[in-house]
């Protein structure tokens, strides 16, 4: 059965860095072909995808937040970790981590944590 | 890169009508195109990959067809519970951004 679940602050003041964690159960990173991902939704929006990465350090960023994204990956603890610099109040939304299958592309998605930027 | 339109931007039925929603590429994606459903305070859940393949568990009222720039997905005799937004997503080409979706409203 596969899981996921997201962790971290669910406030962080503009300007700062947010670092969130998914830590995921039921499968494998050193699977050829699956990724984790992470998606957000700003309030009253629609889904984002921000990026993801795969077993051999390949990574995907959303070309509109690639400067401010790093997806880093510890496959001994199953946890991926996002970290977005610069934050904005624009920025607030919930954040999604999700399994990504070769074929099926996110089919298991973790609940969900709501991150809020303010001062 | 490649842009997702959807179409309607919101859908008002009710309950027991077809909904028809529309996906629509800018450029050919081929059969690789998943959609989703997605309902407040919920993870988004994922109905249809490649077009026309619902993925497990899925009721059989849901039904995905198209290829190349062009794609549907329908809902056939609407339950209270379809009530909820709707998201395309290609995956023929980095990035792979989500369409902006369809609202399925009750009417």
């Not at chain 1, 937040?65 to 496959?75: A, M």
Request: aromatic content about 10%; glycine content about 8%; charged content about 15%.
């Amino acid at each position: 059965q596969i899981t996921l679940k997201e962790s971290g602050p669910t406030l962080v003041k503009p300007t700062q860095t947010l670092t969130l964690t998914c830590t995921f159960s039921g499968f494998s990173l050193s699977t050829s072909g699956v990724a984790v991902a992470w998606i957000r939704q700003p309030p009253g929006k629609a889904l984002e995808w921000l990026g993801l990465v795969y077993r051999a350090d390949e990574r995907h960023y959303s070309p509109s937040l690639k400067t401010r994204l790093t997806i880093t990956k510890d496959p001994s603890k199953n946890q991926v970790v996002l970290t977005m610099t610069n934050m904005d109040p624009l920025d607030t939304g919930t954040y999604y981590c999700a399994h990504r299958d070769p074929v099926k592309i996110f089919d298991y998605w973790g609940q969900g944590t709501l991150v809020t930027v303010s001062s | 890169e490649i842009v997702l339109t959807q179409s309607p931007a919101t859908l008002s039925l009710s309950p027991g009508e077809r909904a028809t929603l529309s996906c629509r590429a800018s450029q050919s994606v081929s059969s690789l195109l998943a959609w989703y459903q997605h309902k407040p305070g919920q993870a988004p859940r994922l109905l249809i990959y490649d077009a026309s393949n619902r993925a497990t568990g899925i009721p059989a009222r849901f039904s995905g067809s198209g290829s190349g720039t062009d794609f549907t997905l329908t809902i056939d005799s609407l339950e209270p519970e379809d009530f909820a937004v709707y998201y395309c997503q290609q995956r023929s080409s980095w990035p792979i951004p989500f369409g902006q979706g369809t609202r399925l409203e009750i009417k």
